[in-house]
């Protein structure tokens, strides 16, 4: 990869091009010695066994790591942290993952790789005890807590919620491009500029060169990343903004979509590109954190929930069939039940058709972590109802708006093969999951009429027609 953009402090270069794929081979930042630079660049590789499913834990895994401010390598001896997502359906797997921890004890023991985390089935496994304490590996985790990976690398715990699904990783068929880097918000709750730093964006040709390198050798699906895509500006003084940056990537790529996006940063302009351009996936995550005017103004978010409604309504005008998510923060310090009951009303106004929703955690060194001992501090019970409200509420809507679908022919793109249970697992041109009966491989699209559906994804029946 050689679209390299930015530099640390020693002046080594930070790639910021992150294309998670089983093949060969993102060029991580490389200090002496021909290794990251540890000191300015955590660097995390994520190795995956087994099934769709771990293939999908490993992607909310990967937006945790991506979140917390580490670069993605391919190479355990790159890698300060290894997350090794492992399966246990066959007898030689836990010998297979015993190849791989003796391996990683070694590079443990020469000062190359730093933790080791081991997740997934064989975590879930009695097993897993003998391999802790025998390879002295650092955290366990099994499958229905892998969100515990976000407490271990520093990000806030993340109680188990509906995830919206995220573009699949494995083989060459989606590409991530991150298109900037770090935060120039200061949310009161959030590490992640003190991890990051302030934002550093990718000139525009530099990512429209990658996009155009990508797309040529296979690439069929691009997501741009960032902490806040839509806050992107052309370092090199064209005047260019994200909705430039966009419009220019949706000529190049045949499939695209972008997240994280701050609702201060996000254009009418752009929020109407999306419905305009046949190559942009008609799905936004826009954070809210909250309903209420008072916690949006103790957290710094800079915007009204009204602006924010305003926003939703351009979406929803410009991509009717869209979907949209969210992320949403429950218990901030001096939360009362009234700004709860705000929170709940903007879901009911937004019908989001997923959300994250987080109970809040103090992250030591942000603001809000300091009023977390304070009298305005939210119980532990009343943060947990709250959540459970609001979860609630975005599944009903979500389950609504998704019985809408039935009934309706959509070409689904192929993200995961099928797996066990003959389904494939796609995604429509609106961004909605679609469980779908095909042999098609990942990468391709099918088309499907829309037979049922839950709250968090559709189901499809037969494709007609073969798959392109
Ligand atoms: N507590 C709870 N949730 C948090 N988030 C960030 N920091 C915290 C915290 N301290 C959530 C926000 C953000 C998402 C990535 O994580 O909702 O949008
Ligand atoms: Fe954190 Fe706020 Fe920046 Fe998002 S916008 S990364 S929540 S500081």
């Known amino acids: ?15 910021l091009v992150k294309k998670p794929s089983l093949t060969p081979t993102p060029v991580p930042a490389v200090g002496p010695g021909g290794r990251p630079d540890a000191e300015s660049t955590r660097t995390a590789c994520i190795r995956t066994f087994g099934c769709q499913m771990n293939v999908h834990d490993s992607d909310r895994m990967r937006r945790m790591i991506l979140d917390a401010g580490y670069t993605e390598v391919t190479r355990y001896e790159d890698a300060d942290l290894v997350v090794l997502n492992t399966c246990y359906v ?13 391996e990683l004890s070694r590079l443990k023991r020469e000062g190359r790789v730093k933790k080791v985390a081991l997740t997934g089935c064989i975590g879930a496994a009695e097993e897993s005890r003998q391999l802790e304490k025998h390879y002295s590996i650092d955290l366990i985790l099994g499958t229905h807590n892998t969100y515990e990976l976000a407490e271990f690398i520093g990000l806030p715990g993340m109680e188990e919620t509906h995830t919206p699904e995220l573009p699949g990783t494995e083989g060459e068929h989606t590409a991530f491009v991150t298109i900037m880097t770090g935060c120039n918000y200061k949310c009161s709750y959030c590490v992640v500029p003190s991890v990051r730093g302030r934002m ?4 525009m040709e530099n990512v429209v060169h990658e996009v155009r390198r990508l797309v040529g050798s296979g690439t069929r699906y691009v997501t741009l990343l960032g902490q806040t895509v839509d806050a992107w500006r052309d370092p090199e003084g064209s005047g260019n903004k994200f909705f430039d940056l966009l419009g220019r990537v949706a000529e190049e790529a045949p499939r695209v979509w972008f997240t994280t996006s701050h609702p201060s940063n996000m254009e009418d302009r ?4 999306i419905g305009e351009r046949e190559t942009i996936v008609g799905k936004l995550h826009l954070p809210v954190q ?12 800079g915007y009204k929930s009204d602006r924010y409604r305003r926003k939703i309504e351009v979406f929803r005008e410009a991509v009717p069939e869209g979907t949209l998510s969210t992320d949403i923060i429950v218990g901030h310090p001096g939360e009362t039940e009234e700004d709860h009951e705000e929170t709940l009303r903007l879901v009911e106004d937004c019908s989001f058709d997923s959300a994250y929703v987080f109970k809040f955690s103090p992250r ?30 975005v599944e009903q809507n979500a389950f609504k708006r998704n019985q809408r679908k039935i009934g309706s022919t ?8 099928k797996n066990g249970n003959g389904r494939a697992v796609g995604e429509t041109w609106s961004g909605h999951a679609v469980h779908v009966p095909t ?9 499907s009429k829309i037979e049922s559906a839950g709250p968090h994804v559709l189901y499809a029946g037969e494709p007609v027609g073969p798959p392109r």
């Open 439 to 447: 042999t098609a491989k990942p990468g391709g699209y099918v088309t």
């Open 90 to 102: 066959r007898e030689n797997a836990v010998d297979r993952v015993r190849g791989h921890l003796g």
């Open 200 to 203: 550093v964006c990718r000139p």
């Open 410 to 417: 959509e070409e689904i793109y192929i993200r995961h093969a």
């Open 270 to 273: 752009t929020l109407r590109l």
């Open 290 to 301: 909250s309903g209420s005017d008072r916690m949006l103004k103790a957290m710094h978010r």
């Open 364 to 393: 030591s060194g942000t603001e809000a972590a300091g009023l977390a001992k304070s009298p305005g501090a939210v119980p532990e019970g009343v943060a947990q109802r709250r959540f459970l409200e609001v979860l609630r509420a």
């Open 1 to 15: 990869m050689s679209s390299i953009t930015k530099t640390n402090k020693n002046n080594t270069p930070i790639p």
